[in-house]
Structures are given as C-alpha cells and as structure tokens.
C-alpha cells in the first residue's frame, strides 16, 4: 500500500511525532502541506492528514491546502493534538472530514490525542500536558493506523 500523511506541526512538534508513528506502520512518506506532490497523493492508496488544534481548529495551512486539492476519489484520514479535551458533539477533525469528504475522498476514520500545549494563558503555568504525546498516545497512533492500513473499516 501506497501512504503519504501531510502534516501541519508548528508549536512543539508533537503532531509530527503522531505523524511519524502512524508513518512507521504505514509506511508513509510524511510531508508538509508546501513540500505536498499533487501526483504522488493522487497515486496514494491512503492519505493522512493531520495538525495541531488551534483556538479550536485544524491549522489554516492544512485547512487551506485541503481547499485546493482537485476533487478525486480515495481513501484518507484525518487526526489531531491538542492541549485540551476534544467536544464529542464538535469534534476538531469533522469540519476537515467533511471537506474531504466533498472533495470525494472516503474518510477510513480519524484520530486525536492531547499534546503539549503553552497557548496562553497555559503559557503562565509552563504549559499542560508536559509529557504528551507519550508512549502511550504514540502506541493507540499507530494500532490507528494498523486498522487502517489492514482495512478493518471505518475507525474513530
């Protein structure tokens, strides 16, 4: 199978150590939206997209690059750090979803988990969730990705 992940990590690269881990199982090229090939996601079996959570939603460059992409059809998926819960009525990852969604994408499922984060006013304290993503957070990542790369159907 065929797997590239384009990933916005910009604070405290903790969404590229998701990236990475989801990456070894699926052994996907990871890129930034502005190093992203229009060729080679179109080629891909599986494309991963994925950022930090900012004032509550996916990075504008990820966001914004997604907006561009010609419509086509395969298979993606999307995933998220934050420093904060996600909402279970409004999750971070739906508005990308959709969008890939209209683009003609099939979205396999899609993936968060808490990260680092010093926004302010975390910023006072040092920042929360220190040590995240931890081993553990990087383990659940790549069982994500093992059930997609398998085919095990739709995974949240």
């Known amino acids: 199978m065929k797997a590239v992940i384009v990933c916005t990590s910009v604070s405290h690269g903790n969404t590229r150590r998701v990236a990475d881990s989801m990456a070894q199982v699926l052994g996907a090229k990871v890129v ?33 690059f997604v907006k561009e992409l010609p419509t086509g059809r395969g298979r993606a998926f999307v995933f998220a750090t934050s420093g904060l819960p996600e909402m279970p009525l409004a999750p971070f990852t739906r508005p990308l979803v959709r969008l890939l969604e209209g683009k003609g994408f099939e979205v396999d499922g899609s993936f968060s988990c808490r990260a680092f984060d010093t926004w302010t006013p975390f910023k006072l304290v040092g920042g929360i969730n220190k040590q995240r ?21 739709r995974v949240s």
Do not use: I
């Open 133 to 153: 993503p931890n081993v553990g957070d990087l383990a659940v990542a790549r069982a994500f990705a093992g059930r997609l790369r398998d085919g095990r159907g």
């Open 32 to 64: 930034s939206p502005e190093q992203a090939d229009l060729a080679e996601l179109a080629g891909a079996d599986l494309v991963g997209f994925g950022s930090g959570v900012f004032y509550g939603r996916l990075h504008p460059r990820l966001t914004d």
